[in-house]
């Protein structure tokens, strides 16, 4: 089936078979590698994205469901080489190292600082507990997440 779609606000359109998630359309269709391909079964959070401004799991998102539909993923935060500021956090605070969790934790995090700019620390651990991380021990994470929301 044909789906269009709207990622990163350009409009795009692509064959994918009825089974297709989301997560590999954006990946092998779309040519964005940024969401990552960790589990795929809603587990790590190292795949999302925001559909229609909610954070989702794009592994768990059937393509065809973003049929019609708005996503943008981490490529779409910055604007070329601007980079977002919870990217530009995360690169000053450090809080990277394989980096194969920290696309889904930046759209994680832009989505909290969206609704909510100065989030308790409480409010961090909860909406960033869907991201696993194997690497950080999460404290420069944290440090992070807290940096993006000063700025
Ligand atoms: S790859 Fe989607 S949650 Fe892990
Ligand atoms: S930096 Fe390696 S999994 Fe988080």
Redesign the pocket.
Known sequence: MRIAVTVNGERAAADVWEGESLLYALRERFGLPGSKNACEQGECGSCSVLLDGELVCACLVLAAQADGHDVVTVEGLGAGEDLHPVQQAFVDAGA???????PGLIVATAALLESKPDPSDYEIREALSGNL????GYTKIFEAVRLAAGR
């Open positions: 990277v190292q394989c980096g194969f969790c920290t991380c194997r690497c950080t």
